[in-house]
């Protein structure tokens, strides 16, 4: 079956379970039942002719204030009264305070950063500064890593946090450092500006730096779609470089697309021609990718763009696809994850101006009164899919086309060595949960300085090495192997696709710990694993964050862990492997010390009753979460066996009794410890002889 009828049956059905009516709100205006009739916008027949029209629509010119009465939230009124995200920011800054007031916290997350505090520390706040970059397609130029990388050390905690959305984030800076940091970032050509905040973030793509048509098409439209949706009135400059513009020559193709107003979408005369006063309701989240590759998640999105080609692999246009999305609220079922659906198909050329219209459509219309409730994915489910794309279509100035049929996503992990296509080599490298320190961190900066190389995020918290020449493999090779950065072979399958948030001990929202966590989470798996009779080259998509906000994106998992309470999580089961399934809520406030209760009859009932190659993910939805249930309460446990020592690994007990005592001190089994011995020996042995 086609992808696109796939996933649009899939999401449907999802919805049917989720949809609840939490009333409509006429975007920058009062609550209004009748939806857009109030608007007074007149919507004329649209033309699906090739040409683009000159006029169809007259929209909302500049921001209105509110009737009486209307209800807006207290972020609205701050980014009204700001002068464009500046004030009072650029007051607070000034000051000797170590933290800044709640409307400049508002702010700067406009800016790339977050307050934070250690909740961890007793007798006072240590205030600091998360600062998280923007790179479209997660490219990194060489002289930002090594920026980067030297910032951390002389300002932030010492480590690196590689994202799920294909960015660094740096933690621990002091408010007085804030803007020697951001102004290095700006001069290293990098930047901060709009990787949080109400505006479109990061735009995602395929990591892989491959010399092909399609794979450069997408990072290309990446990178356009990405400086269309760049804010404007050049805030970020004035607080940062005292009004210094450091910006590379824009396309003229988004030049052209961002200034258009042929029909009704921009703001004239604004310093803000697309976002305006108020910029955009909450987050906005962008991926593009080429058919097969889902290394972006692109279904969680609230706009999805796949790139489709002719028969020769020419770039033809694109499938598009809205309304996805991933942050929830405990015990509020009016919020929910969702996936994207599809939209239509737009030609190449009209690209940035389909993405502008949907972008326009989410600012006039997305609720801003409540912020539960402002992500495009509720506009979508409260409209329905079809007035949606009415709306978006005026804005467009034509009709979409049919959406093309592609073939089933995969998830595309790029890790390990791979020719580009171009002469060159790129090697991708596994990083658990994103934490770029120590041996690891030295080792990458000697190795990316030395090489001159340039580097690429991935979504997975990964990154890779770009354009490494062949005789430069095995020294590579070699040292990476050394600072434990070893070959995907060598590594645990269940780490390769684990992902986890910060959480404690800096994020504010965070219930429980993720990262800090995950590396006991995966060990525990691993020894169900082993206790059931799963083999160790299985595995199964493991995600975990500390709130519901789903930063790890732990709702498309095939086992999703989500903090609902001080060491208590929620288990989400029923993601797939390719990331097109939305996994649901198996059980709540499940203990971290009783998750062998729960997993190892799952993990157990897996083994024995899956179909052919049937995933986890896939098991649990074909079964049924009440089936599981009834297993999980009925479990007595695994049938005692005798104990045995692993005769493939031990050749005598004395040997094994030793090791085993060794690995208890790591909260590791015997026979896990033994094979992480073997495989960094293999590595290294395997290097010396010149892989």
């Known amino acids: 079956?086609?992808?696109?009828?796939?996933?649009?049956?899939?999401?449907?059905?999802?919805?049917?379970?989720?949809?609840?009516?939490?009333?409509?709100?006429?975007?920058?205006?009062?609550?209004?039942?009748?939806?857009?009739?109030?608007?007074?916008?007149?919507?004329?027949?649209?033309?699906?002719?090739?040409?683009?029209?000159?006029?169809?629509?007259?929209?909302?010119?500049?921001?209105?204030?509110?009737?009486?009465?209307?209800?807006?939230?207290?972020?609205?009124?701050?980014?009204?009264?700001?002068?464009?995200?500046?004030?009072?920011?650029?007051?607070?800054?000034?000051?000797?305070?170590?933290?800044?007031?709640?409307?400049?916290?508002?702010?700067?997350?406009?800016?790339?950063?977050?307050?934070?505090?250690?909740?961890?520390?007793?007798?006072?706040?240590?205030?600091s500064f998360m600062l998280r970059t923007k790179n479209p397609c997660g490219k990194v130029p060489n002289k930002l890593y090594l920026t980067m990388d030297d910032l951390a050390d002389q300002f932030g905690i010492g480590t690196l946090r590689l994202t799920t959305r294909q960015t660094f984030q740096l933690h621990g800076v002091l408010k007085k450092n804030l803007k020697t940091v951001m102004s290095s970032i700006v001069h290293s050509m990098g930047s901060t500006l709009g990787a949080c905040g109400d505006l479109n973030r990061n735009v995602l793509a395929p990591a892989a730096p491959f010399a092909r048509k399609d794979y450069q098409f997408a990072q290309q439209t990446a990178d356009n779609i990405a400086a269309l949706l760049t804010p404007q009135s050049g805030f970020y400059y004035d607080m940062w470089v005292d009004g210094e513009k450091i910006m590379s020559a824009e396309p003229p193709e988004v030049v052209k697309a961002r200034n258009d107003n042929s029909h009704g979408t921009n703001f004239p005369d604004s310093p803000e021609p697309i976002y305006g006063t108020q910029f955009l309701p909450r987050k906005f989240k962008i991926a593009v990718t080429v058919p097969t590759d889902n290394s972006v998640d692109v279904l969680t999105n609230d706009i999805g763009v796949v790139v489709v080609t002719d028969a020769d692999g020419e770039p033809q246009g694109f499938n598009l696809y809205v309304g996805g999305g991933m942050g929830r609220t405990h015990r509020l079922e009016t919020t929910f994850p969702r996936l994207a659906e599809?939209?239509?198909?737009?030609?190449?050329?009209?690209?940035?101006?389909?993405?502008?219209?949907?972008?326009?459509?989410?600012?006039?219309?997305?609720?801003?009164?409540?912020?539960?409730?402002?992500?495009?994915?509720?506009?979508?489910?409260?409209?329905?899919?079809?007035?949606?794309?009415?709306?978006?279509?005026?804005?467009?100035?034509?009709?979409?086309?049919?959406?093309?049929?592609?073939?089933?996503?995969?998830?595309?992990?790029?890790?390990?060595?791979?020719?580009?296509?171009?002469?060159?080599?790129?090697?991708?490298?596994?990083?658990?949960?994103?934490?770029?320190?120590?041996?690891?961190?030295?080792?990458?900066?000697?190795?990316?300085?030395?090489?001159?190389?340039?580097?690429?995020?991935?979504?997975?918290?990964?990154?890779?090495?770009?354009?490494?020449?062949?005789?430069?493999?095995?020294?590579?090779?070699?040292?990476?192997?050394?600072?434990?950065?070893?070959?995907?072979?060598?590594?645990?399958?269940?780490?390769?696709?684990?992902?986890?948030?910060?959480?404690?001990?800096?994020?504010?929202?965070?219930?429980?710990?993720?990262?800090?966590?995950?590396?006991?989470?995966?060990?525990?798996?691993?020894?169900?694993?082993?206790?059931?009779?799963?083999?160790?080259?299985?595995?199964?998509?493991?995600?975990?964050?500390?709130?519901?906000?789903?930063?790890?994106?732990?709702?498309?998992?095939?086992?999703?862990f989500v903090g609902d309470g001080p060491n208590s999580y929620q288990i989400w089961l029923g993601g797939t492997p390719n990331q097109t399934s939305l996994a649901r809520t198996f059980m709540n406030k499940v203990k971290i010390h009783d998750l062998e209760k729960v997993l190892e009859p799952l993990f157990y009932y897996w083994k024995r009753k899956r179909q052919s190659k049937e995933s986890f993910g896939d098991f649990t939805n074909r079964v049924g979460f009440e089936m599981l249930q009834e297993w999980v309460d009925k479990w007595d446990g695994?049938?005692?066996?005798?104990?045995?020592?692993?005769?493939?690994?031990?050749?005598?007990?004395?040997?094994?009794?030793?090791?085993?005592?060794?690995?208890?001190?790591?909260?590791?089994?015997?026979?896990?410890?033994?094979?992480?011995?073997?495989?960094?020996?293999?590595?290294?042995?395997?290097?010396?002889?010149?892989e």
């Not at 005692?640 to 030793?658: G, I, Q």
């Open 342 to 560: 599809p939209l239509g198909y737009v030609p190449k050329e009209d690209i940035l101006y389909a993405v502008k219209a949907i972008v326009v459509t989410q600012r006039e219309n997305g609720r801003r009164d409540d912020r539960k409730y402002s992500r495009m994915k509720y506009l979508i489910s409260s409209w329905g899919i079809e007035k949606f794309r009415s709306v978006v279509e005026q804005y467009y100035g034509r009709k979409f086309e049919p959406s093309r049929e592609l073939p089933e996503w995969e998830f595309k992990s790029y890790l390990g060595w791979h020719e580009q296509g171009d002469g060159g080599l790129f090697c991708g490298l596994h990083v658990d949960s994103g934490r770029v320190g120590g041996k690891m961190k030295a080792t990458l900066r000697e190795i990316i300085e030395k090489y001159n190389l340039d580097v690429r995020l991935t979504p997975n918290q990964n990154i890779i090495l770009c354009g490494i020449r062949k005789a430069w493999k095995h020294p590579i090779t070699t040292a990476l192997a050394q600072a434990g950065l070893l070959q995907p072979k060598y590594v645990d399958p269940l780490n390769l696709t684990a992902m986890a948030c910060p959480a404690f001990p800096l994020c504010p929202l965070a219930i429980t710990e993720a990262e800090r966590g995950m590396p006991d989470i995966l060990k525990r798996v691993r020894a169900v694993f082993e206790k059931v009779g799963l083999k160790y080259n299985e595995s199964v998509v493991i995600r975990a964050t500390g709130c519901p906000n789903g930063c790890a994106r732990p709702y498309m998992a095939e086992l999703g």
């Open 638 to 690: 695994v049938v005692a066996t005798r104990p045995t020592y692993n005769l493939r690994l031990f050749t005598d007990k004395d040997t094994y009794e030793k090791m085993d005592e060794l690995a208890k001190l790591q909260n590791k089994t015997a026979h896990q410890l033994a094979m992480e011995v073997v495989r960094n020996y293999a590595a290294t042995q395997q290097n010396e002889k010149g």
């Open 1 to 127: 079956m086609a992808a696109a009828a796939s996933l649009g049956a899939a999401n449907t059905a999802v919805l049917k379970e989720v949809k609840i009516e939490i009333g409509s709100f006429d975007g920058l205006r009062s609550w209004n039942p009748v939806g857009l009739s109030r608007r007074r916008v007149n919507f004329y027949p649209v033309s699906s002719s090739t040409s683009r029209p000159n006029s169809l629509i007259k929209a909302v010119s500049t921001p209105v204030k509110p009737e009486t009465g209307t209800k807006r939230s207290k972020v609205e009124i701050i980014k009204e009264h700001s002068n464009f995200i500046r004030y009072p920011l650029n007051e607070e800054l000034l000051t000797d305070a170590p933290n800044i007031n709640e409307s400049a916290i508002q702010l700067i997350k406009f800016h790339g950063s977050y307050q934070q505090y250690n909740r961890e520390e007793r007798g006072g706040r240590s205030y």
